[in-house]
């Protein structure tokens, strides 16, 4: 079995703040992690995956994330918030076993940016 | 290219009638899936389609759901009897082949509303 826990439900930074999502898994396999956005009214668009290789992933708009396996952690950051990033943000975990066509998502995370 | 489109993209129905939610996948993705997104259970996986096939219905909520996938290519979610439970939005997904490593491409989801 596999799940995601995201902490907070709401992060609010100003513009040009630092953004911090935080993201935890548990896989009994070794996990493929996604993070998704999704603007109002919109489907799901990939932001990055974390699949093999490197641990530091780069996405799209500046985010990055990094796979920390003995922290079963997969924050997603950005140096600097923009006013178009406020959105919500799902984390997601699949797993490279069996099963691992099925996405498992967080509860999400509804970023607010202040002028 | 195209990208995945759904269609009703808001449904409106009473209680007890059936409806029947479309799924058009990006031309080429063999793999197709269908998530189910509320205010309670957050992001749900339902079904998914290898080619034609729906090896595993353990997702759907209840035998009142099925689903069905013809020329490899459009989907078709129909919910029987709808309960007002049933009220969230219907996500359809498709990637290029079944693994965990390929990004599932989302469309913009149908609005379900039981009155």
């Known amino acids: 079995a596999q799940s995601v826990t995201q902490l907070g439900s709401h992060v609010s930074v100003s513009e040009g703040a630092l953004v911090l999502l935080r993201c935890n898994y548990s896989?009994?396999?070794?996990?493929?992690l996604f993070w998704y956005v999704q603007y109002p009214n919109q489907g799901l668009q990939l932001l990055l995956k974390?699949?093999?290789?490197?641990?530091l992933v780069k996405g799209i708009n500046g985010f990055e994330a990094e796979f920390k396996k003995s922290e079963t952690s997969f924050h997603l950051t950005k140096p600097s918030a923009h006013m178009s990033d406020a959105a919500e943000y799902f984390c997601?975990?699949?797993?490279?076993?069996?099963?691992?066509?099925?996405?498992?998502f967080g509860k999400g995370t509804l970023l607010t940016v202040n002028p | 290219g195209a990208g995945v489109s759904q269609s009703p993209s808001n449904k409106v129905t009473e209680k007890g009638k059936d409806v029947e939610l479309r799924c058009d996948p990006i031309?080429?993705?063999?793999?197709l899936y269908w998530y189910r997104q509320s205010l309670g259970q957050g992001l749900e996986f339902l079904i998914y389609?290898?080619?034609?096939?729906?090896?595993?219905k353990s997702g759907l909520p209840s035998d009142r759901f099925s689903a069905e996938r013809t020329g490899g290519s459009v989907s078709t979610l129909t919910i029987q009897r709808t309960q007002q439970e049933d009220s969230a939005v219907y996500l359809c997904?498709?990637?290029?082949?079944?693994?965990?490593?390929?990004?599932?491409?989302f469309g913009p989801g149908t609005r379900l509303t039981v009155t």
């Open positions: 031309s080429g993705h063999t793999a």
């Open positions: 997601a975990v699949s797993n490279s076993g069996g099963s691992n066509y099925k996405l498992t």
């Open positions: 389609f290898q080619g034609n096939s729906a090896p595993d």
């Open positions: 896989s009994s396999v070794p996990p493929y």
């Open positions: 997904a498709s990637s290029y082949r079944l693994a965990g490593g390929y990004e599932q491409y």
């Open positions: 974390y699949t093999t290789g490197a641990t």
